[in-house]
């Protein structure tokens, strides 16, 4: 048995200030992802521990950002600190040639975007990662993908995929029921997949000791669309809490960088540390399958996508992501849905084992 459904988040706004202009179904199906650059957004760049006082490189839609540490203060510039070269300042960074930055949930966030709108209110809303970092690192990583980063989200958000391209992880498509839910506002896309007496996961049934076939499951993907940031959240039962910061942050148009990371504290101990691990196998896995699509949809083609019952969430992200890009084009950068506040409720964290 299957259920689907796709319906707005619940906000206080009237429908006049959410208006936009409607996106029809064959835009949605020729749409090109790698001309998307979204701005006025916090950038998860690099884990905390890998900025020094030694630059190292990164980069947001091919803008380079050096990162290093002045009296244990990240700096993010457009230029190396030692290039003594007179060069125009970029419309993204300040008088010296600087991004803003923040350092949040043990990530180091820059500021695409406007300077002088810089806020820490935009940061996503990450409830299962404590505010200053200190997760050891075997529950981080550094993952590339060859293909841009909304088709990597739009790959994510298709919860169903995992039966079958991670069956060898998380388990195969048998259940005795499954309801897929959308929901959405302006700024994020969230999908919630709950399925009764799924295929005990694999990765479970070796490092957790589950030793009946089935369990319940709740599976969530966010995405907060500015910044390209998705997070997964599992609940098994019997079983782990899986929760994963996942951000697909844009380093060009085809090129995708993700500084993951995996809070399993609370899991049994072979787990807590075999799980994180697991990110490389499935990302491996994740790329196979998007690094050909991605250049498909580089140019504006008549090309025709089929979709099913199951893409709901994939066509909600789309529309919302060509919705909010058309606003930028025109000017407006304001943000009509509050990234920032607590979802925990929405992804069904249990807050019991995330006390910071």
Request: charged residues 25%; neutral net charge; glycine residues 4%.
């Amino acid at each position: 048995m299957l259920e689907v459904a796709d319906r707005p988040l619940q906000t206080d706004e009237s429908p006049t200030t959410r208006a936009s202009t409607p996106i029809s179904l064959n835009a949605i199906n020729r749409w090109v992802p790698h001309d998307i650059v979204m701005r006025d957004s916090w950038f998860p760049v690099a884990h905390n521990y890998s900025v020094t006082g030694k630059p190292v490189r990164r980069a947001i839609y091919s803008h380079p950002i050096f990162l290093w540490r002045e009296d244990g203060v990240v700096v993010a510039s457009e230029f190396h600190p030692n290039e003594r070269i007179a060069r125009d300042k970029s419309v993204y960074t300040d008088v010296k040639g600087h991004y803003p930055t923040m350092e949040h949930y043990g990530v180091v966030w820059v500021w695409f975007g406007n300077p002088q709108a810089a806020d820490p209110v935009h940061l996503p809303s990450l409830p299962f990662l404590p505010p200053k970092g200190g997760l050891p690192k075997h529950m981080t990583a550094t993952v590339r993908f060859e293909s841009s980063a909304p088709i990597s989200l739009e790959n994510l958000i298709d919860l169903t995929h995992a039966d079958f391209l991670h069956a060898d992880v998380v388990g195969d498509e048998r259940s005795d029921s499954e309801t897929v839910e959308t929901f959405y506002d302006s700024e994020t896309v969230t999908m919630v997949r709950t399925l009764v007496n799924k295929s005990v996961a694999p990765v479970m049934k070796f490092f957790s000791g589950i030793r009946q076939p089935t369990q319940n499951v709740r599976q969530v993907i966010r995405i907060y669309l500015r910044s390209h940031c998705a997070i997964a959240y599992g609940q098994f039962n019997p079983g782990d809490d899986v929760p994963l910061f996942h951000p697909c942050t844009p380093e060009t148009r085809d090129r995708t960088r993700m500084e993951m990371v995996m809070n399993t504290s609370n899991a049994g101990l072979m787990f807590r540390h075999v799980m994180p691990k697991a990110g490389y196998k499935v990302s491996r896995q994740d790329s196979y399958m998007t690094s050909p699509q991605s250049p498909r949809y580089m140019r504006h083609t008549d090309r025709k996508d089929l979709h099913s019952k199951f893409d709901q969430a994939g066509q909600r992200y789309r529309m919302a992501m060509m919705e909010l890009a058309e606003r930028q084009e025109k000017g407006d950068f304001a943000y009509r849905d509050n990234v920032s506040a607590d979802c925990s409720d929405i992804i069904g964290l249990r807050k019991e084992l995330f006390q910071f």
